[in-house]
């Protein structure tokens, strides 16, 4: 991949301590970035920070944060300016997904999903992005998912969650044409991480699995080059397949495959 050194010398990557976002981490360190790391599990942040240090020789500072809450987006940004760092690449990978009826599951986490993947990454990249535009340079990373193209019954909540980012990512695309800032959002499928285990997923998808390198690969191939990527080849025909079927049998189809057994 070309340099990310292009951006400016520091990332921070939300949802770092695991899957996707780990990923994220040793691609950037490999490339000599200093790092900032934020999740809500500091041991899993400590060791990784530790790994990279010894690793690649950069520079990482780690934030303990429940990024669902309310004001988390704020400590971030204030702990960042406490220690005297540029933000060049912003990484908004932080979320989780629920899966079942929708009037079961529980009300608090269903909203608390919505903060993670919605609301704090307007306000992280509002907080960051007038930075980047001074420096007339940086990027922003969204994660959004396959799901985030389609109704998904069973996990309505999350498909919604997903959609977000993906337009928000590529209006700022648009918006920022030009600023020598890019925008990408990210569209995973089924992934080998941790988010079926912390969703309660036990069905398997129709596609095989690809893992979190995979991921992190599609996303630093194609950042700069368009608004939007699919991760993995199989996924972009599925995805082209899915667009061509009408909205109605679409629906049924995921209920059918989505729905617990």
């Not at 997904?97 to 609301?119: P, Q, W, Y």
Request: aromatic share 6%; proline share 4%.
């Amino acid at each position: 991949m070309t340099s990310l050194k292009r951006y400016g010398s520091t990332a921070l990557v939300t949802g770092a301590s695991s899957g996707i976002g780990t990923s994220y981490a040793r691609a950037m360190a490999k490339d000599g970035l200093d790092l900032v790391l934020v999740a809500r599990r500091k041991e899993l942040l400590d060791k990784l920070a530790e790994e990279l240090r010894q690793t690649h020789g950069v520079k990482v500072l780690t934030i303990a944060q429940d990024l669902s809450e309310a004001d988390a987006a704020d400590r971030v940004y204030d702990a960042v300016q406490e220690a005297g760092l540029e933000i060049d690449i912003l990484v908004n990978n932080a979320g989780y997904g629920t899966h079942g009826v929708f009037d079961k599951l529980d009300l608090e986490r269903e909203l608390a999903m919505i903060n993670l993947s919605c609301r704090l990454p307007v306000a992280l990249t509002h907080k960051f992005l007038g930075g980047m535009k001074q420096r007339n340079r940086g990027a922003v990373i969204f994660l959004s998912s396959m799901a985030g193209q389609m109704p998904v019954p069973f996990m309505s909540t999350y498909c919604a969650t997903k959609a977000f980012p993906l337009y928000f990512a590529e209006s700022l695309y648009g918006e920022l044409a030009d600023t020598g800032i890019d925008v990408l959002a990210v569209l995973p499928g089924d992934t080998s991480t941790e988010f079926r285990e912390t969703s309660d997923l036990t069905m398997k998808a129709p596609i095989p699995p690809r893992t979190a390198d995979d991921v992190a690969a599609t996303t630093f191939k194609a950042l700069g080059k368009k608004p939007s990527v699919i991760d993995g080849l199989a996924n972009r025909i599925g995805a082209r397949a899915m667009a061509l079927m009408p909205k109605k049998l679409l629906i049924r189809n995921n209920a059918k495959m989505w729905k617990r057994t």
